[in-house]
């Protein structure tokens, strides 16, 4: 995407991982296992007009590693009642775990109502709805990722939906905790942002009420898998200030009770 290549080159991504394609299922396992990561969401991604990474591509990956990798489906949002049939369909018959929204790339924010009918299905089937707040590393308007008032309205309208807010949500970070707090489904993951960059509203709510609703991401490959666990050894867990009390639920724990994931870390971390 021509949008996402400035992204890449100011995040200072490794161009031997971000411009290789069609890595194999085993390369990207052997980059999970060098980083020690034992679970992994993969997105399926896609704007008006044109699938970038399909949700049958991501099932190759699922398909391959079904306790490793995981996937989040990505529909069109301008054709409602074919989405609502292919969400049900990855859900249903591939085992995807959630439904992940890119708004920048429609430039709709998730209070747009083409979501709705997306919504109450995610809330039938029992999976989250994850998306991006904050504002955009590539050149797209960055008003749709408010998380007040574009969060908060669709928790309020459909409190049974879960919302895995993505990217922190900078510069709007307290929003975003405000969000978490207020919502009893609503969380936040940190992909896109090194741990050595996390904002410290952020790191506060992780070690006090908001410890249960936190969760850990990279954005792969924008950012290295080795390169941010390490920094949350390295960086996050010493001057950074997240308490050890934190770490568990953090680095899986929460992610793993959210999604549905299969609870076998240590058995997998075990065989790493």
């Given at each position: 995407?021509?949008?996402?290549?400035?992204?890449?080159?100011?995040?200072?991504?490794?161009?031997?991982?971000?411009?290789?394609?069609?890595m194999?299922?085993?390369?990207?396992?052997?980059?999970?296992?060098?980083?020690?990561?034992?679970?992994?969401?993969?997105?399926?991604?896609?704007?008006?007009?044109?699938?970038?990474?399909?949700?049958?591509?991501?099932?190759?990956?699922?398909?391959a590693?079904?306790?490793r990798?995981?996937?989040?489906?990505?529909?069109?949002?301008?054709?409602?009642?074919?989405?609502?049939?292919?969400?049900?369909?990855?859900?249903?018959?591939?085992?995807?775990?959630?439904?992940?929204?890119?708004?920048?790339?429609?430039?709709?924010?998730?209070?747009?109502?083409?979501?709705?009918?997306?919504?109450?299905?995610?809330?039938?089937?029992?999976?989250?709805?994850?998306?991006?707040?904050?504002?955009?590393?590539?050149?797209?308007?960055?008003?749709v990722?408010?998380?007040?008032?574009?969060?908060?309205?669709?928790?309020?309208?459909?409190?049974?939906?879960?919302?895995?807010?993505g990217?922190?949500?900078?510069?709007?970070?307290?929003e975003?905790?405000?969000?978490?707090?207020?919502?009893?489904?609503?969380?936040?993951?940190?992909?896109?942002?090194?741990?050595?960059y996390?904002?410290?509203?952020?790191?506060?709510?992780?070690?006090?009420?908001?410890?249960?609703?936190?969760?850990?991401?990279?954005?792969?490959?924008?950012?290295?898998?080795?390169?941010?666990v390490?920094?949350?050894?390295?960086?996050?867990?010493?001057?950074?200030?997240?308490?050890?009390?934190?770490?568990?639920?953090?680095?899986?724990?929460?992610?793993?009770?959210?999604?549905?994931?299969?609870?076998?870390?240590?058995?997998?971390?075990?065989?790493?």
């Amino acid at each position: 995407m021509p949008e996402v290549a400035k992204l890449f080159e100011d995040s200072h991504s490794d161009p031997a991982i971000a411009g290789q394609k069609d890595m194999s299922p085993e390369q990207v396992i052997a980059h999970m296992d060098e980083a020690g990561i034992t679970h992994m969401c993969m997105s399926a991604w896609s704007r008006p007009g044109k699938v970038i990474f399909s949700n049958e591509d991501v099932a190759v990956y699922t398909r391959a590693y079904p306790d490793r990798i995981f996937g989040l489906a990505t529909v069109d949002l301008h054709n409602p009642v074919e989405a609502v049939k292919e969400l049900e369909h990855y859900v249903k018959k591939e085992g995807f775990v959630g439904l992940r929204v890119v708004p920048w790339l429609w430039n709709l924010p998730p209070s747009d109502a083409h979501y709705w009918p997306l919504f109450v299905k995610c809330i039938e089937l029992d999976i989250p709805f994850l998306t991006q707040v904050g504002h955009t590393g590539p050149a797209c308007p960055s008003e749709v990722g408010r998380p007040i008032p574009h969060i908060d309205h669709i928790a309020l309208k459909f409190p049974d939906l879960k919302i895995i807010m993505g990217h922190l949500g900078y510069p709007w970070a307290a929003e975003t905790v405000a969000v978490a707090w207020k919502h009893r489904n609503c969380y936040i993951d940190t992909s896109a942002w090194s741990p050595k960059y996390y904002d410290p509203a952020f790191v506060t709510f992780a070690n006090t009420t908001g410890r249960s609703k936190v969760m850990f991401g990279t954005n792969w490959p924008q950012l290295g898998l080795k390169a941010c666990v390490d920094a949350v050894n390295d960086h996050l867990l010493t001057t950074g200030g997240l308490r050890k009390e934190s770490l568990q639920p953090f680095m899986g724990g929460n992610a793993v009770r959210v999604l549905k994931l299969p609870n076998n870390l240590s058995q997998i971390k075990s065989s790493l």
